[in-house]
Every structure is written in C-alpha cells, then in structure tokens.
C-alpha cells in the first residue's frame, strides 16, 4: 500500500531550483534512502514534504490526503515525524523532558482544565511519562532519563531525537543523516534502531545518509538526487552499480572506465 506519494515536486528560491521535479512513492512499512552528494536538495526535498517548505509546483498525498502547503504541526498530527541533520534537542531539559516535549501534539487537554490541574489532566499527564519512558527503554537511554540532554554523548543525543520524534506517534519517520558523525560503534547501533523502527514499531523510515554502508544495508529502494533532480531510482545493487550515480559521487572518469561501485 502506498502511504506517501510526492508528485513532481518543484522547489524554487528565487532563480535557484533546489529541487526539480521530483516524484517518489514510499509504500506503508518500508525503508527508503534518499541519497545524493552535498547541495544536491536532499534537506530541502525533506522540509518540502514535512511542511517547513510550501512547493513551488507539485502535490503530495499521505495515506490519500493531500498535504502540500499544510503547517509543520499539522502534517505531525497527521502521522509523519522527523529528525534534523544538525542536532536539535533542549540541552538544559532533561532527557525525560525532551521525549514529553515531543507528546504535545497528541495531548489533549485544554487551558483550564490544565491551569486548574484536574484529575483528567493529571492522568494525562502520567499516561504521557510512562509513554516517554517507553521510548526511552526502546532507544536504550531510560537509566539516563534524568540527565541533561546536553551532557549526553554525541551518539546518546541522536537516539534521544529519535526517541522524541516517536513520541508524536508517526506512520512516517523521515531521518536526516542520523549517523552523521558517528563512530563506528555508533553507526553500527544506530543502523540497528532503524531496522527496529520499521520491525518492532511497524513504522515506515526515510532516510538521508551520505554513509553507504548504512544505505545499503538497510534500504530496500534508494532514491538519488543530484543538483535536486532524480537521476536514478531501484534497488540497492542497481543503484551501486549505475553510472550516473558512479558519475555524480565520482566523477565522469570514474563512470567512463565501468567504474567502481558506489562503496561510500
């Protein structure tokens, strides 16, 4: 089944096109790399589809309802999360307060009921912890839970993101380069949280990642942009071996004698 569906999609700042016409299908439960060398509008394709950017051309529909041009807010209610290339936690809130952040979009009580502190809100609110330390247990951070987010360590901070980002309760979990950084311990811990996401959680993942071994062990299509358009799309062995691929991360040398595979 088709959860999400980019159709043709323009992005233009100014006389700049970030991205160019680009169509993508992810299907419910699946995970999809969208690759590409730097300024190739992979960041900008991702903030187009969660709202921070409206299209210049194009529509996309989730789970059959038309998105393009609703609010960040909005498209988060509706069941697709993310996480940000740079880091963006609260550093002076705890761990535990970073994941509850992230439950305000499913909370449901309002002002008074808030102010005065009834019963409702008060089991809300104990509801909404046991969730977040649930996520935490599942990132593997719930003995940290009341640490700063900013004294983690650097691989400890992009699970707590992740960790926050499950607390909207997505479908869709669009992850930018969430091993950027990394060590290989690291990378190697986070590359199995992803697989989990999808396999534990049934969540469906798109991902942003410039480290190839992680593309393609656990991406099942991978999408490639260059200059912000599609130049290839397939499976992992297609895309490896594809000579324009060959060509926008190595060169056109590269390309013209067979080449070497995309490695990373």
Not at 35 to 54: R, S, W
Not at 62 to 75: C, M, S, V, Y
Not at 178 to 186: D, I, L, S
Not at 209 to 238: F, N, Q
């Amino acid at each position: 089944m088709t959860l999400l569906h980019a159709h043709h999609i323009t992005k233009q700042f100014g006389g700049l096109t970030a991205v160019n016409d680009v169509s993508l299908t992810i299907d419910a439960g699946s995970i999809v790399s969208v690759i590409g060398p730097n300024g190739a509008g992979k960041t900008t394709f991702f903030n187009v589809l969660t709202g921070i950017y409206k299209p210049t051309k194009g529509t996309i529909t989730f789970d059959g309802k038309e998105i393009a041009g609703l609010r960040p807010d909005q498209i988060t209610t509706l069941g697709i999360c993310r996480t940000f290339q740079n880091i963006r936690l609260f550093g002076t809130m705890t761990v535990l307060e970073n994941v509850l952040v992230g439950m305000h979009a499913r909370l449901r009580a309002s002002l008074w009921p808030t102010i005065f502190n009834t019963p409702v809100v008060r089991a809300e609110e104990r509801a909404a912890r046991d969730r977040a330390r649930e996520l935490l247990t599942f990132v593997h951070l719930d003995d940290k839970r009341s640490q700063l987010a900013r004294n983690l360590p650097y691989g400890d901070q992009r699970r707590l993101e992740i960790a926050r980002a499950l607390a909207t309760s997505p479908r869709l979990i669009l992850l930018d380069e969430p091993t950027a950084g990394m060590n290989p311990q690291e990378t190697a811990e986070a590359t199995r949280l992803i697989s989990r996401l999808r396999d534990d959680l049934g969540l469906t993942v798109v991902l942003i990642e410039h480290d190839m071994r992680v593309v393609m062990t656990i991406s099942e299509r991978i999408t490639v942009l260059d200059y912000g358009t599609k130049i290839a799309e397939g499976l992992p062995d297609e895309i490896r071996a594809n000579p324009r691929v060959i060509e926008a991360y190595l060169g056109k040398g590269a390309a013209a004698h067979g080449g070497e595979q995309v490695e990373g």
